[in-house]
């Protein structure tokens, strides 16, 4: 079967453009000009905005709304299989002297792996300073209201939830 070419064009991972055939090549330049133009929102769009409440479970299973956490608050965007967010835990343990430390683990439904549930708990359980948090979050709509592109990504709230 013969299909028509389609060109989506992307601008960091966003598609900004669609060209079904059939198309000239002065569509697609007109449509690339177009595209330069595009910048996509990211979270440093939301400095200085309260933060956009989440609702988590704990480890335990508990819901959690995130303005009932302590504050300052930094909040890491984790995906549970993704390496370089594991090797940022040791960090995050020093970080949590100064800070909270929320760690929004983004999970397919509210499981983990056995052995992932025991590293993140060990992770709490070893604070010392201010506290540290392990929240499973099911909706990846959170993802797009914090305009996370990639993880782990770090937000920092001040003492009264404003993204600083």
Known sequence: MNRAPTLILLVEGNPVGRLDWPFTEENVMRELTRSLEFRPLTSRDLLGAPA????????????????????????VFFN??????????????????????GVLAFVGEPRLSPADRSRLAGFVQAADGY??????????????????????????LDEKGVIT
């Open 52 to 75: 956009p409440d989440i609702l988590a479970l704990s480890l335990s299973g508990e819901p959690v709304v995130l303005a009932d956490l302590s504050r300052p608050l930094l909040l």
């Open 80 to 101: 549970p299989g993704c390496p370089p967010c594991w090797d940022a835990l040791p960090a995050l343990a020093e970080i949590s002297r100064d800070v909270a430390v």
């Open 131 to 156: 506290p540290r948090f392990v929240l499973l979050v099911q909706d990846l709509e959170v993802l797009r209201t914090y305009r996370v592109m990639g993880m782990p990504s770090y937000i920092l």
